[in-house]
């Protein structure tokens, strides 16, 4: 089925960021006078669902203003040093909008980073919405974000895709009602099948595409 709105996960589907996450998280733990975690161990975790982020990175219960502001702090000096897109994405984004679909963000990422991220990265343009964690109640898994997203695009769920890459990105598409894709050149490691390579995703989506006109 063709669907009217493409709704897109950021970090680790649209945008290599782990080396920028990673670090940034770092850089909050430094203010708190904690010392820094390994690369690897911060990525395996940033997508857990079964955890509390704010408690297994700052040791705290819930994020927290300042952690935010140091958070933006280290993205605003550094993205565009560290981040990066995958190879493709660019590409798939100008061809769905030619197709006339619509392109959205749901993020767990605040708003401030998510708009310089993508802005530096020349792509924020091509999105007719963005939704945040600071933009919302509840964040990833909560379908909060989906929602909102829906509302201000004027789409109803069946009319929509979510394309992340973690568990958090699926349970929120599930409890959204909305139909999922899930992509595997970020951070997480899958079990299950799983879209391997832009250049796939990108087949799938052409291929609705064409199955809509065709139908016609």
Not at 56 to 72: G, N
Not at 92 to 103: A, D, F, I, N
Not at 162 to 174: L, N, Q, S, V, W
Request: net charge negative; aromatic share 10%; glycine share 6%.
């Amino acid at each position: 089925m063709f669907k009217k709105l493409i709704i897109f996960d950021m970090d680790g589907t649209l945008v290599n960021s782990s080396v920028t996450i990673a670090n940034a998280i770092n850089y909050v733990r430094k203010q708190l006078g904690f010392e820094p975690l390994d690369t690897e161990y911060i990525l395996e975790r940033v997508n857990d669902h079964t955890i509390n982020p704010a408690q297994v990175f700052y040791h705290t219960q819930k994020f927290e203003r300042d952690h935010e502001k140091w958070f933006t702090e280290y993205y605003t000096k550094n993205h565009d040093k560290e981040l990066v897109l995958y190879e493709g994405i660019n590409e798939l984004l100008v061809s769905l909008r030619e197709q006339g679909h619509k392109l959205a963000v749901a993020t767990n990422a605040y708003r401030s980073s998510t708009i310089e991220s993508l802005t530096h990265l020349g792509i924020y343009v091509l999105f007719d919405a963005i939704a945040c964690y600071d933009d919302v109640h509840k964040g990833k898994p909560y379908p909060d974000m989906l929602f909102k997203l829906l509302e201000e695009l004027e789409t109803e769920k069946e009319e929509a895709l979510f394309i992340g890459d973690g568990p958090r990105d699926e349970m929120a598409a599930k409890r959204a009602g909305i139909d999922y894709l899930m992509v595997d050149w970020g951070f997480t490691n899958h079990e299950k099948k799983v879209i391997g390579s832009v250049e796939e995703l990108k087949t799938i989506l052409l291929k609705d595409h064409k199955d809509q006109i065709s139908s016609l």
